[in-house]
Nanobody, 123 residues
């Protein structure tokens, strides 16, 4: 399984970015996906997760109302739309895939990881 994340970059506070993660190597539509992030000196944390169909989502409290996770099973791609970005959103963002269909907020329940894409929000 390969996960390829893209879309990171430098943006001013209040701006928006959309991250994409393209998957290959297994039946994409059967499994849940998540976005995690890791800031320098901090542990990896859940940002958002989505179940196999897209019908159930989970968001960390810190991003609720600002970020939206979605998936296109026809394109084997998961997205993270990030609006109203804050400097504290600065981190490397990782997409990950479970071997289960339901969402999870726990990194150890994800089996496959992308390489990460860096997001920097300037104040």
């Amino acid at each position: 399984v390969q996960l390829q994340a893209s879309g990171g970059g430098l943006v001013q506070a209040g701006g928006s970015l959309r991250l994409s993660c393209a998957a290959s190597g297994r039946t994409f539509s059967s499994y849940a996906l998540g976005w995690f992030r890791q800031a320098p000196g901090k542990e990896r944390e859940i940002v958002a997760a989505i179940n196999w169909s897209g019908g159930t989502t989970y968001y960390a409290d810190s991003v609720k109302g600002r970020f939206t996770i979605s998936r296109d099973n026809a394109k084997n791609t998961v997205y993270l739309q990030m609006n109203s970005l804050k400097p504290e959103d600065t981190a490397v963002y990782y997409c990950a895939m479970r071997s289960e269909s339901g969402t999870s907020a726990y990194y150890f329940q994800y089996d496959y990881w992308g390489q990460g894409t860096k997001v920097t929000v300037s104040s």
